[in-house]
T-cell receptor, first 112, second 114 residues
């Protein structure tokens, strides 16, 4: 199956700063790259996703960039707020078989 | 309705018990998933059903037995579990088919094996 690596495992930023989380994957046939946020005791929820035919996508304070050649993609959160504190997971899905694998997760802490 | 509903929310079972986890969605999704999540770890893929057929089995021990009775329901039958099987079991669904799309997760069943 797909191998997904995610860094860093923990990230602490000051409120208002930016946060960047990076993931790499191994299978060049992967074509869908979602990011999930999981708060303590809650289910993972999609915050943004990108497909392999797009290099960048933005939704307000959140953006994702994809480099297919290098097989890595990144989550960018600007103007961080305390409520952004959570665990963030990248995921990779392989074309046509609904196989979705998660990275190890990044625990983001935004200090007020 | 973007809900994936899982029952029960909590389950405590002995190692000789048989129990079932249930998952339901009414979004018309044709791909349904079971994930296992241990504390401070990512969700780990167990099974995927695509159009009610088992398409992925990640070498899960036979004490876990999935079932997809129809396109809206997904079950996970548990038998002779071990204490290390204690975890949060998450069900998810997505549209399925060629275009991979967002997976919606249920709130999970927190399983404790004693």
């Amino acid at each position: 199956g797909e191998n997904v690596e995610q860094h860093p495992s923990t990230l602490s930023v000051q409120e208002g700063d930016s946060a960047v989380i990076k993931c790499t994957y191994s299978d060049s046939a992967s074509n869908y790259f979602p990011w999930y946020k999981q708060e303590l005791g809650k289910r993972p929820q999609l915050i943004i996703d990108i497909r392999s035919n797009v290099g960048e996508k933005k939704d307000q304070r959140i953006a994702v960039t994809l480099n297919k050649t290098a097989k890595h993609f990144s989550l960018h959160i600007t103007e961080t707020q305390p409520e952004d504190s959570a665990v963030y997971f990248c995921a990779v899905s392989f074309y046509n078989n609904n196989d979705m694998r998660f990275g190890a997760g990044t625990r983001l802490t935004v200090k007020p | 309705d973007t809900e994936v509903t899982q029952t029960p929310k909590h389950l405590v079972m002995g190692m000789t018990n048989k129990k079932s986890l249930k998952c339901e969605q009414h979004m018309g999704h044709r791909a349904m998933y079971w994930y296992k999540q241990k504390a401070k770890k990512p969700p780990e893929l167990m099974f995927v059903y695509s159009y009610e057929k088992l398409s992925i089995n990640e070498s899960v021990p036979s004490r876990f037995s999935p079932e997809c009775p129809n396109s809206s329901l997904l079950n996970l039958h548990l038998h002779a579990l071990q204490p290390e099987d204690s975890a949060l079991y998450l069900c998810a669904s997505s549209q399925g088919g060629r275009a991979n799309t967002e997976a919606f997760f249920g709130q999970g069943t927190r399983l404790t094996v004693v």
